[in-house]
């Protein structure tokens, strides 16, 4: 089974809203997620490491003002895209380190911007 | 820089054929290399992963990725393709730190 859950799998919301997306580790502590995007027919672009009890890194690039990065626990980091726009819409997936490696990721979040 | 190549955008082959997905990385060291496999609209799925040892690696659904050192290469095989694997490939070099780099991905079409 899944053993990291992203939610919610879909939103769709208007312009200017701020949007939370979840990341959580089921079957293992994760003190190391990575929050991905995906744009249509293209690859994974890292976009951020969250790391638990400290400020996540982000890659160059992403804007870490429009893309904040929560890991308050060691089963949970949170990605929010505040003040969202058109251009924010996108797949974005989530993994979680397991101590032993590989990454796990979640099912992904397509989020819309209308 | 940390790196990985796979060649190909989009490969089809026919049901019951042969497969291999090409995969270049590029690294000081021996990185940990993996491939995952995605359908349309979802996450990743884990087929394999190579960190160190037999360099010839069994992952799930029938698939096998050789890790060859002198070549930078770590391709993707499987010996009779099915329609179900139909999918987007991605072959992944992470350091110790665990940061996993992605290449471009490659569309596998299965053809009747």
């Known amino acids: 089974g899944a053993v990291v859950s992203q939610h919610p799998s879909w939103v769709i919301c208007k312009s200017g809203t701020s949007v939370k997306i979840e990341c959580r580790s089921l079957d293992f502590q994760a003190t190391t997620m990575f929050w991905y995007r995906q744009f249509p027919k293209q690859s994974l672009m890292l976009m951020a490491t969250?790391?638990?009890?400290?400020?996540?890194?982000?890659e160059q690039g992403v804007e870490k003002d429009k893309f904040l990065i929560n890991h308050a626990s060691l089963t949970l980091s949170t990605l929010t895209v505040t003040s969202a726009h058109p251009e924010d819409s996108s797949f974005y997936i989530c993994?979680?380190?397991?101590?032993?490696?590989?990454?796990?990721f979640g099912d992904g979040t397509r989020l819309s911007i209308l | 820089a940390q790196s990985v190549t796979q060649p190909d955008i989009h490969i089809t082959v026919s049901e019951g054929a042969s497969l291999e997905l090409r995969c270049n990385y590029s690294?000081?060291?021996?990185?940990?290399l993996f491939w995952y496999v995605q359908s349309p609209g979802q996450g990743l799925q884990l087929l394999l992963k190579y960190f160190s040892g037999d360099t010839l690696v069994q992952g799930i659904k029938g698939f096998e990725a050789e890790f060859k050192r002198s070549q930078s290469s770590f391709n993707l095989r499987k010996p009779s393709v099915h329609w179900s694997d139909a999918a987007e490939y991605f072959c992944g070099s992470s350091s110790n730190t665990g940061k996993l780099i992605f290449g471009q991905g490659t569309t596998l079409q299965v053809k009747p």
């Open positions: 969250s790391n638990e009890g400290s400020k996540a890194t982000y």
């Open positions: 690294y000081g060291a021996t990185p940990y």
């Open positions: 993994s979680a380190l397991d101590p032993n490696q590989p990454q796990h």
